[in-house]
């Protein structure tokens, strides 16, 4: 993998860039469409590559793990193959899922046992198997295997998560330099900053990744909850740290505003299910703010979903169409929501790489945040 910075923003640290895989170059910064078992929900391969544009979706090891099972994925010649998918994939190394099961798992030092949401079967998740799994899956890029401490997080175990997930990076990196790719092209392995809301811990954390020199960096352990300032005082830190010329995501994030705000403070990559499962829930994000659809002001407003999308060239949906679809709890609703919302995801950050390398970013960001929190 390689990565080239484009453009630096004057007035804050947005930069735009490319990151060159086996599978694509993929311009930054940019929004990954979350593919959480092997497809986006409601949303068809074609659809994401043609209409919404997505450069590169998401899997997770968890859920691919336990189905279709690493057979089925083998046999197909790895996920790309499976779903039909030819861009770029990074798989999440499943510590968020198990983060998530706070009922059935146990963290010990050799890893996580956790028990199937599925059938409860149990599984042991280590650092070495997670990353023999992620091979198998054939992701372009792998996430390391890491603690997702919960908000609020008492400080003393942050501290400790957080030498655990340091020692589990190393295991991670021993295992992922001693094996091969299976299926013909690279994969790259991102470590993972972790350190909860505390300014010592992100800093100690962000030295600790930067000093395995891989070819990409994420921040985890953000958006669980804490207050949206928490986020951007803790990316900021680290950004400051990790080294400008690799990749820097920012997991799980976010809101439109998330994003834009943590593309200022130097964030090149993005994820979050809030475009597709709210879209099944009826919100809408649009240029003028936010649409619950299910409202009735909504029952008889026969002009498009958003004016300005040009997301359907030849059909263009009405709001009264689409709140009917919603309330009538039809798949196409869930579809033509979904669609509607990973399309202004993946406008927003393009727009915010244009105005990066006109250098205009800065003061359409501080304009754009003031009007996509709005309810309509």
Partial sequence: MKFKLS????????????????????????????????????????????DIKAQIILGNTYHLYLRPGLDVIKKAGGLHKFNGWEKPI???????????????????????????????????????????????????????????????????????????????????????????????????????????????LRKKSAEFIAEQNREGNAIGGLSVGEPAEEMYAMTEVVCEILPTEKPRYLMGVGTPINILENIALGIDMFDCVMPTRNARNGMLFTRNGIINIKNEKWKDDFSPIDPDSDLYSDLVYSKAYLRHLIHSKEILGAQIASLHNLHFYLWLVKEAREKIISGEFYEWKNKMVKVLGQRL
């Avoid at 599978?23 to 659809?47: D, L, S, Y």
């Avoid at 198997?129 to 890491?146: C, H, K, S």
């Avoid at 589990?168 to 330099?177: A, E, G, Q």
Wanted: some cysteine.
């Fill in 90 to 200: 990074l798989t999440d190394s499943g510590g968020y899922q198990v983060y998530s099961l706070t009922e059935v798992r146990k963290i010990k030092e050799e890893g996580v046992t956790f028990k199937s949401h599925i059938d409860g079967s149990k599984h042991l998740f280590t650092p070495e198997n997670v990353m023999d799994i992620q091979r198998t899956i054939g992701a372009d890029i792998i996430m390391a295997f890491d603690e997702c401490t919960p908000y609020p997080c008492d400080y003393n175990y942050a501290r400790k998560s957080l030498d655990m997930t340091h020692r589990w990076l190393k295991r991670c990196i021993d295992r992922f330099d001693s094996t091969k790719p299976k299926y013909g092209y690279s994969q790259t392995l991102f470590p993972i900053v972790q350190g909860s809301v505390y300014k010592y």
């Fill in 7 to 50: 453009a630096q923003d004057k007035f804050s640290k947005a930069r735009a860039g490319e990151i060159e895989t086996d599978h694509g170059t993929i311009q930054t910064p940019i929004f990954m469409p979350v593919g959480t078992a092997g497809t986006v929900k409601a949303v068809h391969q074609r659809e994401l590559r043609d």
